[in-house]
C-alpha cells in the first residue's frame, strides 16, 4: 500500500536556531578584502591599464585612503576570482605596495559579467578608440545573446522588443550607425589599431580599411612605410574598391600612397631657419608670425590700390 504521507524536508540545525534577521543579512553581498594576487584581469580585457601619469594619482589616493570603491569579481573555476569591473584599481593597489583591495564577489555569467565590464569603463572621459571598439563588439554580442534567452516573464514580449544596437546605442548615446563603425574597426590588424589609437590614421579613412583582406592590411603597412604616408579618406575608398573587385596588389598600393595628397599641395611651409635670416634674433616666433602677416597686410592693400588705378 502506498503511503499517501508526503515527503517532509527537515531543516539543518542552523536554520532552525537562525533569526529571520539573520538569513536575510545572509543573502545580501558583502564586501571581502581578497589578496591582490587572487583576482585574475577579465578574459580579452578590451581597456588597457597603464602606468601613466592618472595611474600614480590613483596610487597615490589609495596609499592615502585606501581603495574608496569595492571593486566587483566573479569567483574562477580554476581558482582564485575574476576581476569583472576594478582592473585599474587593482594596478593601483599593486603600485601603492597594498596586499589586498576590498571586492564585492558576485556570481555572473558570461554575458552578466561582461556587460558590467564594459559599463563600469564606458563611463571614463577618454577613451581610446581601439577601446571603444572592442568594448562595443564585446557588449553587443552580450547582449544579443541575452535578448535570445528571453525569461518566462517576458516570453509575450519576444518580437516586440528593440534590436540590441538600438537599444546599446541609447545607453551609450552614439547612433546605431556610429556603434557599427566602431565595432567594423575590430577587423583591422593590431598595427593598423595602433595607429588609429596614435591618430595617425582617421576613423573615416580607418573604417573604409577594415574592409581590406588581412593579408591586404599587411602589404598596406609596407607600402606606408616605403611612401611615408598614411592613406586620405579618398585613398581608403579606392583601396577598398580595389580590394573588393580583386585587383589590389602592393605595387598599386605604392602607387596610391606615393600621390600627392590635396592638402598637401595647397600647404606652404617655412621652417624656422629660413625664416631666422629675416629677422632679429630678439624676435620670437610669435613676434615672427605678427609681423609677416602685418607684411602681408600692407602688401594686400598696396596691390589693391595698383589694380585700382
Not at 524536508?9 to 536556531?17: G, I, N
Not at 555569467?109 to 572592442?134: C, G, H, K, W, Y
Request: no cysteine; glycine share 4%; proline share 5%.
Amino acid at each position: 500500500m502506498k503511503s499517501s504521507a508526503k515527503k517532509i524536508e527537515l531543516a539543518s540545525v542552523d536554520d532552525l536556531f537562525s533569526t529571520e534577521e539573520g538569513r536575510q543579512d545572509a543573502k545580501l553581498e558583502k564586501i571581502q578584502e581578497i589578496p591582490l594576487s587572487e583576482l585574475h584581469p577579465f578574459k580579452n580585457h578590451p581597456f588597457k591599464v597603464k602606468d601613466d601619469e592618472a595611474m600614480m594619482e590613483t596610487a597615490d589616493s589609495i596609499k592615502q585612503y585606501g581603495v574608496l570603491v569595492p571593486a566587483i569579481a566573479r569567483p574562477d573555476p580554476e581558482g582564485g576570482y575574476e576581476l569583472v569591473a576594478g582592473h585599474r584599481r587593482h594596478r593601483a593597489s599593486e603600485l601603492a605596495g597594498k596586499e589586498t583591495m576590498p571586492v564585492i564577489v558576485r556570481d555572473l555569467d558570461d554575458d552578466a559579467a561582461t556587460i558590467i565590464m564594459v559599463d563600469s569603463n564606458l563611463q571614463r572621459e577618454s577613451l581610446l578608440p581601439s577601446e571603444r571598439a572592442f568594448a562595443y563588439k564585446m557588449k553587443l554580442d552580450a547582449m544579443k545573446r541575452q535578448a535570445g534567452r528571453p525569461s518566462k516573464e517576458n516570453v509575450s514580449q519576444v518580437g516586440t522588443q528593440k534590436r540590441s544596437d538600438q537599444l546599446l546605442a541609447e545607453q551609450v548615446g552614439q547612433s546605431r550607425n556610429q556603434i557599427q563603425r566602431y565595432i567594423r574597426l575590430t577587423e583591422l590588424i593590431p598595427e593598423l589599431m595602433d595607429m588609429v589609437d596614435e591618430k595617425k590614421i582617421a576613423l573615416n579613412p580607418a573604417y573604409e580599411l577594415s574592409f581590406l583582406k588581412k593579408e591586404e592590411q599587411v602589404d598596406l603597412l609596407d607600402a606606408m612605410d616605403s611612401e611615408q604616408a598614411t592613406p586620405s579618406l579618398s585613398q581608403a575608398q579606392r583601396l577598398k574598391k580595389y580590394s573588393q573587385e580583386g585587383h589590389l596588389t602592393l605595387d598599386m598600393m605604392r602607387v596610391i600612397m606615393g600621390e600627392e595628397k590635396k592638402s598637401d599641395l595647397d600647404r606652404v611651409t617655412f621652417t624656422s631657419d629660413t625664416l631666422r635670416k629675416y629677422f632679429p634674433k630678439s624676435y620670437t616666433p610669435q613676434r615672427m608670425q605678427e609681423t609677416i602677416i602685418k607684411l602681408l597686410e600692407q602688401w594686400q592693400k598696396k596691390r589693391q590700390r595698383d589694380q585700382e588705378r
